[in-house]
């Protein structure tokens, strides 16, 4: 018995030494990394995917794994608990996150920088016929502010209010993520919905692309001044420029707002090193999969896009690159 008790006892620590070791110092051990993404509508999911299959293929003893989940807050949730080493996350959600505010509001994560990722585009979506051309006109209409759990609907909730609306009174509000928003517009459910992501998105693009509707991106940059006042100057103006998406025949006026990949502050050092400078020098190969990780430059790794602590090993690479934090 007392054999079988060591022989258990010496599993158990096998096992927890595997699972700890992208937190702790056992980084050279076969590390399974779960990559927290988003919708499968959107730019996290399939660029998260993507970045699963790089650190698999170039980091020996690394299996790394997309999942798919709510977006942003979620993703900071699952940072937080340790069920996912990795996450693509919005910088605003972020920021909530680390001072335990709002959706974390008691419960705050020991979140980090790894890498700024790509600027993240708020998308205020419509068709003809609607009657919605502007954001006053939101006003009694039925619209989707994003999935819960999910940065977008952090954000979409700040446009509302910038712009003068009422989230709860002011409309009849759903909850759908892109996709389903998409479906949902299509089959006239709704007149409206938000969405935070890159360009393109694919569901929005499918939108375009169906026959007898024509999109409508509705301006909303003059809320940013508004929204920076309140929210520690996190957001910017944007365009989504004309053609973006099937029949779009304009620019499109917008809010602004980073992407960035995160981990938990009890990330290894140098797991945390190896993952950055792999995204970093196979940027082209995650390109192949979504046009924005173009953005994912040396260039863009600055304080300024990214209020969160940096982890030490993201900062000891950017350092080698000799990038000024």
Known sequence: MKRKGLVICALAMGAAAMAGAAFGQGANQALNIAIATGGTGGVYYPLGGGMA???????????ATARVTGGSVDNLKLIGS????????MVDAALDALKGEDKFKGSPVEVRTLMVLYPNRMHVVSIEGTGVEKMADLKGKRVSTGSPGSATEVMAFRVI???????????????LGVAESVNALKDRKIDAFFWVGGLPTAAVTDLGATPNVKIKLIDHADTVDKMNAKYNNLYSTG??????????????AIAVVQN???????MADKVA???VKTFIEKRDELAIVHAEAKNITLENQSLKNSPIPWHPGALKYFAEQGVKM
């Open 273 to 275: 090193y190896d993952i």
């Open 161 to 175: 209010e910038a712009a003068g609306l009422d989230k709860d009174k002011d409309m009849r509000r759903e909850r």
């Open 82 to 89: 340790q069920q996912s080493e990795v996450a693509l996350v």
């Open 260 to 266: 960035i990949l995160v981990a938990n502050a009890k």
């Open 239 to 252: 365009v989504i420029p004309a053609k973006t998406y099937p029949g779009q025949d304009k620019d499109n």
């Open 53 to 63: 299959n790089v650190l698999s293929k170039y980091l020996p003893g690394v299996q």
